[in-house]
């Protein structure tokens, strides 16, 4: 059986764990590094666990002619191709460690999706504590290899997958010894339709495959990951940004600061709502309950030695008396002592 829980940092990612807040700074940082650390600080505000960018070069992504996806064109012209915009959006290899030094001394934990195998090195030289594996690249079996081979916790997203494709990658990566996996829900649009999300495919993810699930989402919604978090998501990775006027490909379907704080404060409100599962009383019921139940009273002055009958009787709070449905209990019964109207009868007070 797959491991139930999986370990990031000092994290414990799993069932009944607090859900795991990834703030997806992605390529919103358009290439600054001193925008990367606003984006930095804007992820600690909020309260996420961790803030995830990318690691990439143009090179290794996409050919000198490629297209632009339909929601790059959107959101950032068709003035350039796909490797241009990319271009742009890269970090150097000191970016990457001053941007990992700073999230550390933020108190967050600094994390990137890699997209070829010198980002992946770059990565695991720094001591990034897992591998986040974009959806895109779930067919990338020599990319997955690769991630595998660094023995480090893998978060994969599945957009754009079947069941099937999501079950090659799992056999996959267990026999190249991957041990440690999160799967993310993710429908890979910029941004996603709500009524495209079908949520539900987080359980079934997790009843296919047996292991932690999240979400990774796309839609500008607050309402949706706090939705995944009460069905079970282990995980929340949501993008962000400081401004989603700001040029870019992602800034449009990004949550802006407040919103990323909102989000998480929400996600934490759920959680603490959705409690074990054990039903019990609060300690603010225990002392409700005194006086919003109802007992078994007097309904008129009952002398000593006085057989008890229906009429005698009322239902009325507090609670500190005979509950009613012991009410049976006390017709037929012969008093033991002068009852007042009103007066909660006991058992002590009847024979």
Do not use: W
Request: proline share 5%; with cysteine.
């Amino acid at each position: 059986m797959p491991p139930t829980t999986v370990k990031i940092a000092d994290r414990i990612i799993g069932e009944g764990r607090p859900c795991f807040i990834i703030a997806e700074a992605g390529v919103n940082h358009n290439g600054d590094i001193n925008l990367a650390r606003k984006l930095i600080d804007a992820a600690r505000d909020a309260g996420a666990d961790a803030v995830k960018f990318q690691t990439f070069t143009a090179e290794a992504i996409a050919t000198k002619g490629a297209e632009k996806a339909p929601y790059q064109k959107e959101a950032s012209g068709t003035g350039e191709s796909q490797y241009d915009m990319l271009k742009k959006l890269e970090l150097s290899k000191e970016a990457h460690r001053e941007l990992k030094n700073y999230a550390e001394k933020q108190g967050i934990i600094f994390l990137s999706t890699p997209f070829d195998e010198a980002s992946i090195d770059l990565l695991d030289g720094l001591g990034v504590p897992a591998f986040k594996v974009a959806s895109g690249e779930i067919t990338n079996l020599p990319l997955i290899k690769y991630i595998a081979k660094k023995k480090k916790p893998v978060i994969m997203s599945t957009g754009m997958s079947t069941l099937d494709e999501i079950g090659e990658v799992l056999e996959f990566l267990h026999n190249e010894g991957a041990k440690e996996i999160i799967l993310l829900h993710c429908v890979s649009v910029y941004p996603a339709k709500i009524e495209d999300m079908n949520l539900r495919v987080m359980v079934s993810l997790r009843r296919t495959f047996g292991l932690p699930v999240g979400l990774s989402d796309h839609t500008t919604s607050i309402t949706v990951p706090v939705a995944a978090v009460a069905l079970g998501a282990c995980v929340i990775e949501k993008h962000f940004t400081l401004d989603r006027n700001l040029p870019g490909p992602d800034h449009q379907a990004s949550l802006e600061p407040q919103e990323l704080k909102q989000m998480v404060k929400s996600t934490r409100e759920v959680e603490m709502a959705l409690g074990d599962g054990v039903k019990r009383l609060t300690p603010d019921e225990i002392e409700n309950k005194k006086v919003t139940r109802r007992s078994i009273v007097a309904k008129i002055d009952i002398p000593n030695g006085v057989t008890i009958t229906k009429e005698m009787l009322a239902i009325r709070r507090p609670g500190n008396g005979l509950e009613a449905k012991f009410m049976n209990l006390v017709i037929g019964k012969t008093t033991q002592k002068d009852i007042k109207s009103g007066e909660a009868i006991t058992l002590s007070k009847v024979g």
